[in-house]
């Protein structure tokens, strides 16, 4: 059966820093996602991007924040300059695109670590 | 804005008890209402969703029906096994695919 897969499963990275998280969707899925879950903390939304764009972010999703799909089967979160409150689980997701998308399943790949020391 | 409420966790249980956990929801407009689950080491699972008012999902012997009168989507499961001990969490969705999620529960089951 067809998955998200996420790389690494684990980085650990310097404040201010810049990392990138990457992910590869499921090949005929066309909307992708990112969540990410601080410790103990809901897993909450940050961007969703169609058609090499943005089609909505969450107000954490600032100016340190970027994706990108660089090519046909990567999709990647940029974080520029680390913070400590930047440490967290982070989650890749696709789905296939249903006209109407609220009723789409987003399928989630396992996830990297992040810790900013 | 939107929101989703778990009851509080964890959750422990026999194997073969009987299994509710709770899910409340606010939302503007018409959600889609899911529930996923979280294996150890694992990524987040669809379980089951339901897309309309009074629609029932289901999957692995795990149910929910989506109530609107009462804003909930409770997750139930007849037996529960050992395997089924995992994270739950409630979410839902509006217009343009984002999804809101509980806190989670964490589900345990003893032999």
């Known amino acids: 059966e067809p998955e998200v897969t996420q790389t690494p499963s684990h980085q650990v990275t310097q404040m201010g820093q810049e990392v990138i998280l990457r992910c590869v969707p499921i090949?005929?899925?066309?909307?992708f996602y990112w969540y990410r879950q601080i410790l103990g903390q809901k897993v909450e939304f940050l961007v969703s991007f169609y058609n090499n764009e943005i089609s909505e972010k969450s107000e954490i999703f600032d100016d340190q924040f970027s994706v990108e799909r660089p090519d046909g089967s990567n999709f990647t979160l940029k974080i520029r300059s680390t913070k400590l409150e930047d440490s967290a689980m982070y989650f890749c997701?696709?789905?296939?695109?249903?006209?109407?998308?609220?009723?789409?399943?987003?399928?989630f790949g396992p996830g990297t670590r992040l810790t900013v020391l | 804005g939107n929101s989703v409420t778990q009851m509080e966790g964890p959750v422990t249980l026999s194997e073969e008890a009987f299994l509710t956990i709770n899910c409340t929801y606010t939302a503007t407009g018409y959600p889609s209402l899911f529930w996923y689950v979280q294996y150890p080491g694992e990524g987040l699972q669809l379980l089951l969703k339901a897309t309309k008012a009074d629609d029932k999902g289901s999957n692995k012997g795990f149910e929910a029906t989506y109530r609107k009168e009462t804003t909930s989507f409770h997750l139930e499961k007849g037996s529960v096994q050992v395997s089924d001990s995992a994270v739950y969490f409630c979410?839902?969705?509006?217009?343009?695919?984002?999804?809101?999620f509980g806190q989670g529960t964490i589900l345990t089951v003893h032999p």
């Open positions: 997701a696709s789905s296939v695109g249903l006209k109407t998308r609220f009723t789409d399943t987003q399928y």
């Open positions: 090949s005929n899925h066309l909307y």
């Open positions: 979410a839902l969705s509006t217009s343009y695919g984002k999804l809101t």
